[in-house]
């Protein structure tokens, strides 16, 4: 069975300081990995995803995410946070290879103060 | 840039009535989903379709809930008698077998509330 953890269900940052959001993941395949945002009163935006190719994968608006198996880790950063990455965010795993479910992770709070 | 779309944004409903989401999912994808956010849970997997028919679909999809695409453009979720635990947000998605079918794209949600 797939499952999502997500170490922080909330986060607290200055902007313009770094961002790591915390991500485990339990897979008897070989899975895929997403991350997701959600912000307040809008839909699920895909921030970036990994499906076996490299495993430092780059995504929208600064954001990046290494794959380490070893660690069965997908972690979430960004170099500097800006006022409008205060969010939800979703990590989310599926089985790789077509038109598979999605496991949420319960989602992290980011908040960025001035 | 393409995206899902979903009607109506928001539904008050009274328990016992039936209910109808409607996605419009992007034009040249051809698997689609339907999840469900209930307030402070998990986002959490209700059903695929593909090839008009369901792929799979979860514990929480019971004789209550459907699926349809109607046409070449929407598909629904009819919910026939709503209880109150169906109160939650209901999130469409669908994606591109060109692509892998791996990466869904979800609509902005329905929110419905069952009173």
């Known amino acids: 069975a797939q499952s999502v953890t997500q170490l922080d269900s909330h986060v607290s940052v200055s902007e313009g300081t770094p961002v790591l959001l915390r991500c485990n993941y339990s897979?008897?395949?070989?899975?895929?990995l997403f991350w997701y945002v959600q912000h307040p009163n809008k839909g699920l935006q895909l921030l970036l995803k990994y499906t076996s190719a490299a495993t430092l994968v780059k995504g929208i608006n600064g954001f990046e995410a290494e794959f380490k198996k070893s660690e069965t880790s997908f972690h979430l950063t960004k170099p500097s946070a800006h006022m409008s990455d205060a969010a939800e965010y979703f990590c989310v795993v599926s089985e790789t290879g077509g038109y598979n479910k999605l496991i949420f992770g319960a989602g992290t709070r980011l908040a960025v103060h001035p | 840039e393409p995206e899902v779309t979903q009607t109506p944004s928001h539904q008050v409903t009274q328990m016992g009535q039936e209910v109808i989401l409607r996605c419009v999912p992007i034009?040249?994808?051809?698997?689609f989903y339907w999840y469900r956010q209930i307030l402070g849970q998990k986002v959490e997997f209700l059903v695929s379709?593909?090839?008009?028919?369901?792929?799979?679909k979860s514990e929480i999809f019971d004789d209550q809930f459907s699926v349809e695409r109607p046409d070449g453009s929407n598909f629904t979720l009819k919910i026939r008698s709503t209880k109150l635990e169906d109160s939650a947000m209901y999130f469409c998605a669908s994606s591109d077998p060109t692509l892998g079918g791996e990466t869904q794209y979800f609509g902005p949600g329905t929110r419905l509330l069952v009173l």
């Open positions: 897979s008897s395949y070989s899975p895929s």
């Open positions: 379709f593909y090839n008009n028919e369901i792929s799979e």
């Open positions: 034009s040249n994808h051809l698997y």
